[in-house]
């Protein structure tokens, strides 16, 4: 075990250690050596950011002002690539510290007076604006891309449902209770040929699970190709209860049987139990379940057979439903007309 004066005696060894490494001649040739491998390596530094290099740049373009009933056919270039020659430091600077803004086209800038549907748009137009945004060293050695194309058409329009796809699956405790959609359906603007091919709006393939609480959840549509969805996405709102059990006692109905006839069964009720969502655990009980009895099905029995027990009416909402006992003894007694209506009288 280590006490106070180990620990201080350990201490001070080490320290002696590291006082002796640093006044030894050891260290002040490994000291110097690295002096000197630094400096060395700050002048090669900066040599090499003042010779000339040339590298690749990525300009965003977006293009803005499209009208709704335009969809873009063919999928438009997201950004320009420029090769650019200048001192190591400035291309540095541009791959590290600065922010490029993206090169704006105005759609009704070339679409207005166009009858064909399909543009061509040299690069060379934004020079000037890539220009602006580099150093006055800088030298642009080309735009790639040279050219940008859009292709597009006026669709028509019809109004989509939005459908969920995935996997989409709650806490084994908890239920999902309902599914609401902001919103639940979309404008889709497409050629003729292609809308009539489109019924839905179909999400993104969802994988969410083991949900314990109400979830809001921000999804995308999925691009169809030649067709616009507006708007191209929707919110979901998953809405959960927790499980909970409860059993009441359902009387057994005799179906079917002649006027002269009457059933007996043994016991004359049973237990249900269920699992049912705790919100509806009040206003679920032994009236919303039925268990007929078939007079038709009892005569196929034999005489010591029992019978099995089925629910035939059961409410929405509940769920693994068992009945206690679920086969039954009975007896079908016979009884005189006038004796059965005293009994209901």
Same mark, same amino acid.
Do not use: C
């Given at each position: 075990?280590?006490? &106070?004066?180990?620990?201080?005696?350990?201490?001070?060894?080490?320290?002696?250690?590291?006082?002796?490494?640093?006044?030894?001649?050891?260290?002040?040739?490994?000291?110097?050596?690295?002096? !000197?491998?630094?400096?060395?390596?700050?002048?090669?530094?900066?040599?090499?950011?003042?010779?000339?290099?040339?590298?690749?740049?990525?300009?965003?373009?977006?293009?803005?002002?499209?009208?709704?009933?335009?969809?873009?056919?063919?999928?438009?270039?997201?950004?320009?690539?420029?090769?650019?020659?200048?001192?190591?430091?400035?291309?540095?600077?541009?791959?590290?510290?600065?922010?490029?803004?993206?090169?704006?086209?105005?759609?009704?800038?070339?679409?207005?007076?166009?009858?064909?549907?399909?543009?061509?748009?040299?690069?060379? %137009?934004?020079?000037? #604006?890539?220009?602006?945004?580099?150093?006055?060293?800088? &030298?642009?050695?080309?735009?790639?891309? @040279?050219?940008?194309?859009?292709?597009?058409?006026?669709? %028509?329009?019809? &109004?989509?449902?939005?459908?969920?796809?995935?996997?989409?699956?709650?806490?084994?405790?908890?239920?999902?209770?309902?599914? +609401?959609?902001?919103?639940?359906?979309?404008?889709?603007?497409?050629?003729? @040929?292609?809308?009539?091919?489109?019924?839905?709006?179909?999400?993104?393939?969802?994988?969410?699970?083991?949900?314990?609480?109400?979830?809001?959840?921000?999804? #995308?549509?999925?691009?169809?190709?030649?067709?616009?969805?507006?708007?191209?996405?929707?919110?979901?709102?998953?809405?959960?209860?927790?499980?909970? %059990? &409860?059993?009441?006692?359902?009387?057994?109905?005799?179906?079917?049987?002649?006027?002269?006839?009457? +059933?007996?069964? !043994?016991?004359?009720?049973?237990?249900?139990?269920?699992?049912?969502?705790?919100?509806?655990?009040?206003?679920?009980?032994?009236?919303?379940?039925?268990?007929?009895?078939?007079?038709?099905?009892?005569?196929?029995?034999? #005489?010591?057979?029992?019978?099995?027990?089925?629910?035939?009416?059961?409410?929405?909402?509940?769920?693994?439903?068992?009945?206690?006992? @679920?086969?039954? @003894? !009975?007896?079908?007694?016979?009884?005189?007309?006038?004796?059965?209506?005293? %009994?209901?009288?």
């Amino acid at each position: 075990m280590f006490n &106070k004066r180990n620990i201080k005696s350990i201490y001070l060894r080490t320290l002696r250690k590291i006082r002796n490494f640093f006044t030894s001649d050891q260290s002040k040739q490994f000291f110097i050596f690295l002096f !000197f491998f630094f400096m060395a390596s700050g002048f090669w530094l900066l040599r090499t950011l003042y010779e000339d290099y040339e590298t690749i740049i990525n300009i965003p373009v977006r293009l803005k002002n499209i009208p709704n009933d335009v969809v873009l056919t063919v999928e438009p270039v997201n950004s320009l690539k420029i090769k650019v020659k200048d001192k190591g430091t400035a291309l540095l600077n541009y791959k590290v510290g600065k922010n490029f803004y993206p090169i704006s086209v105005d759609f009704t800038s070339f679409a207005a007076n166009n009858i064909s549907n399909s543009v061509r748009i040299p690069s060379t %137009e934004f020079q000037q #604006s890539i220009l602006n945004q580099l150093s006055a060293s800088s &030298k642009l050695l080309s735009i790639s891309p @040279d050219t940008l194309s859009y292709v597009y058409s006026h669709g %028509e329009r019809k &109004k989509v449902p939005i459908t969920l796809q995935g996997n989409i699956k709650s806490n084994p405790q908890y239920y999902i209770t309902d599914t +609401l959609l902001t919103p639940d359906s979309a404008l889709v603007y497409a050629p003729k @040929d292609i809308l009539d091919t489109i019924t839905a709006a179909y999400s993104e393939v969802l994988d969410i699970t083991n949900i314990k609480d109400t979830l809001n959840y921000k999804i #995308s549509l999925l691009n169809v190709q030649g067709a616009k969805f507006i708007p191209d996405q929707t919110e979901a709102s998953f809405l959960v209860d927790l499980y909970t %059990e &409860k059993t009441v006692v359902v009387p057994l109905m005799g179906v079917g049987f002649p006027e002269d006839k009457i +059933l007996r069964t !043994f016991p004359a009720k049973v237990d249900v139990t269920f699992q049912l969502g705790l919100k509806q655990f009040q206003s679920i009980n032994e009236t919303d379940f039925s268990i007929a009895v078939p007079y038709g099905e009892l005569l196929e029995l034999g #005489s010591n057979e029992k019978y099995g027990l089925k629910l035939s009416v059961i409410p929405d909402g509940v769920q693994n439903v068992r009945i206690s006992p @679920d086969r039954i @003894d !009975f007896l079908i007694e016979k009884i005189a007309i006038e004796k059965k209506e005293n %009994e209901e009288d």
